[in-house]
């Protein structure tokens, strides 16, 4: 490894401009001293060092050892050429050679997704992967993301014998610890050959060393292609162990996205039990022609003994829930006034509102002192509507009322604000926004007061409850409670956002939400 970072720094000097090479000569000749500072800071036991390099008697040294010039020549370059001011492919090393020399190994960086993937996928990665126009627009992707516990820093100070310097310090996580920032320019700088160059420097073991060099780079790059053809490979993926079950659900619906997988959520699944019982679902986002186009199902289907359950089944009646949706006049007026808004209608297991999300509601209406929801809820169970808009879910009622369940953000609360619907607490599946709710709506799109009960128009079909029948409701609620619970001993899912790529399971519902919520986004071009 030492050998190699040696090498190619030496190879740096030859990419240098040539009329560059005076100034280098005359700056690498006046160098007095070079410091380096390296540390870091995390999730783990801190480490820092500190690597001294001197001009003595006619030579680098560094603790006793000599230092080859040309690599002090090659930092001194690195800082002095013109700031890059964006990641550059070529100054990164991304070349078509490169890409195609890297494939192999960039599949082994990603040993949870490629352990099952068919050969269409397969040919899919390594495609993209040697696609030089679609690797530059996944580059910037590796410096534009958040991280905690991960607190790298790196500073360099080159003293020259007139008393000047040149100093640069990088305080970023991402791949060779760029961008700079130059402490006599002012600015940043995104050229990695600072880093190769530091790097270099180094004595062997130095913390952040392999880091500087790129180590982490091709594992990256290979992580952020594949977050960009996802719902591709997703698709090969299910058109390879489910390719009778596309074909049928595309005789009547467009199939947006499709993967197979074992993740949960709020609205369906069982949360990870390492006992279980698991389940595996074919997950799929689908537009049928006649459907507004930002209307969408989100079918979710058993997966057992390589086989696709419920498809012939889903045909025949998951229509009911679309026509449902649609039969609202005041949500229909709303969906066709505001066509960036999608709507998504959950299709599980032969319904609409299953047996996961019943139970995570139980939880939810108990935590938000609405105990009085819940059996009301599951008397009429298999005939709500299950919506998710934007960041909330909806129910909706055979008499078309509608009822909050809970949301996550300021998205999909329709004609209302947030300030309509106080932060609730959540049973389970807790957001840092918003809350759980179960405040309702009356079939023309009023909004009920907070916490109060309906007073139903005179041609609803469900008769009036009275204070005392609610509490008599109230009073059943343990055992639907109980009863609920034993009827998911037939029915689960396993894992969250990663459960099948790493551990195969997972601790945070919320992780498998936020997937969720990733799986949905369609083409804009809806």
Sequence with gaps: MQSAILSASLRLLLLIPLGLSARITEAQKSVRMIEIHSDWGGLGTPQNADVIIRWKDGVFVCDGKPVNAALVDGLVATLEIPIIGKPDLENLGVTPAWLKAHVASAEQKLPGKFSEASASQKELFATSFTDSALIANVVPALFQYGRLDDNPYAKVEIVFEDGSKLSAESHSYYPFLIPWRLSEKGEETYNANISRALSALMPAHTVNKERLAGQEFVSALAEALMLNIEAKWNMRGVESRAGDALASLRSAYTVERADINPYHSQEFGESWNVKGPHETNLHAILHRPSLPANVFDELILLYDHNQVQGVEAFLKVGVKYEEMTLS????????????????????????????????????????????????????????????????????????????????????????????????????????????????????????????????????????????????????????????????????????????????????????GAQRQRRFRRTRSSR
């Design 328 to 511: 609202v006049p005041w949500l229909k007026d709303y969906i066709e006034q505001h066509p960036k808004e999608n709507v998504y209608i959950f299709q599980v297991h032969g319904t609409s509102f299953g047996g996961h999300a019943m139970h995570t509601f139980a939880l939810d209406m108990k935590a938000r002192g609405r105990e009085d929801l819940i059996a009301e809820v599951q008397a009429e169970q298999s005939q709500i509507t299950l919506l998710s808009i934007g960041a909330a879910d909806w129910l909706l009622f055979p008499d078309k009322h509608m009822m909050l369940w809970r949301y996550g953000g300021p998205s999909g609360l329709l004609k209302w604000t947030p300030s309509d619907f106080p932060p609730g607490q959540c049973g389970s599946y807790q957001s840092n926004y918003g809350g759980c709710s179960g405040r309702e709506t009356m079939p023309d799109g009023t909004l009920v007061a907070e916490h109060a009960f309906r007073s139903f128009a005179p041609d609803r079909r469900t008769p009036l409850r009275s204070r005392a029948s609610q509490a008599a409701i109230a009073g059943r609620i343990s055992l639907s409670r109980r009863r609920i619970r034993c009827g998911f001993c037939l029915r689960a899912l396993a894992g969250g956002r990663r459960a099948c790529h790493h551990d195969s399971r997972v601790s945070n519902g919320e992780q």
